[in-house]
């Protein structure tokens, strides 16, 4: 079984930067689709983004679309969310999760998650 452990979240201006890192160990992360998911206070878990095992293929969701990005690097069993321009409302905790695939933006179909990492954005 694949574990995965999130870095990099905090508190940011609007319009800031941040990039979160999922480590994950135990597993061949190679084999894994990747994604990230939030939910914010209240509301459901929604999907992010999702990079494919290979060859690389990143999906996104439309709230998100050209201010982050997705990527992967095998040699380090990691991925990555580079985020930029945030808002406020990106406000939540994020959270990695892995599947063998085939990719999907529904949470309930992925196995295998990390503890999550909170994002706040303040006006």
């Known amino acids: 079984q694949v574990q995965l452990v999130e870095f990099g979240g905090g508190s940011v201006q609007a319009g800031g930067s941040l990039r979160l890192s999922c480590a994950a160990s135990?597993?061949?992360?190679?084999?894994?689709?990747m994604a990230w998911f939030r939910q914010a206070p209240g509301k459901e878990r929604e999907f992010v983004a999702a990079?494919?095992?290979?060859?690389?293929?990143?999906f996104y969701a439309d709230s998100v679309m050209g201010r982050f990005t997705i990527s992967r690097d095998n040699t380090r069993n990691t991925v990555f969310l580079q985020m930029n321009s945030l808002r406020p409302e990106d406000t939540a905790v994020y959270y990695c999760?892995?599947?063998?695939?085939?990719?999907?933006?529904?949470?309930?179909?992925?196995?295998?998650w990390g503890q999550g990492t909170q994002v706040t954005v303040s006006s």
């Open positions: 135990g597993g061949t992360f190679s084999s894994y689709d």
């Open positions: 990079v494919i095992r290979g060859p690389e293929r990143t």
């Open positions: 999760a892995a599947r063998p695939g085939p990719v999907t933006d529904v949470f309930t179909e992925y196995g295998y």
